[in-house]
């Protein structure tokens, strides 16, 4: 199995959008081998649940927009591992106008301001 053969010391992060391998099976060989399962948000789904299989959160936040509310659920579901002294990696879509962009500096000053700048690097 590739869980096996992986090096221990170089992280690995698995990204499964198909939902047929969100199952606590696939999630607990992932926990055995302190592999990140990378969270996906898709405009067609419901948004994903955040598990910590490996030593971090990696999250892809790629719907095509995201209100203040979205922002706000986001930044309460990530705080609840930065509180933990969990990191943290989340990368929002690229887009022509640079919305994601502005959502990204939301998103952190609402994390900032709720979880202090320690927990979120270069402030």
Known sequence: MML???????????EFQHLSWHVDEVFELLRAHDVTLCAT??????????????ATI???LRRTHYSEDDLAAWAD?????LSDGTDCYVFLRHDELGES?????RLRELLVGSHGPSRCPNQ
């Open 101 to 105: 962009a502005l959502s990204a500096v």
């Open 77 to 81: 579901r990530i705080g609840a591992f």
């Open 58 to 60: 990696y999250l892809r």
């Open 4 to 14: 096996d053969a992986w090096p221990r010391d170089l992280p690995l992060t698995v």
């Open 41 to 54: 948000d898709l405009n067609e789904r419901e948004p994903p649940d955040l598990r910590l299989t490996g």
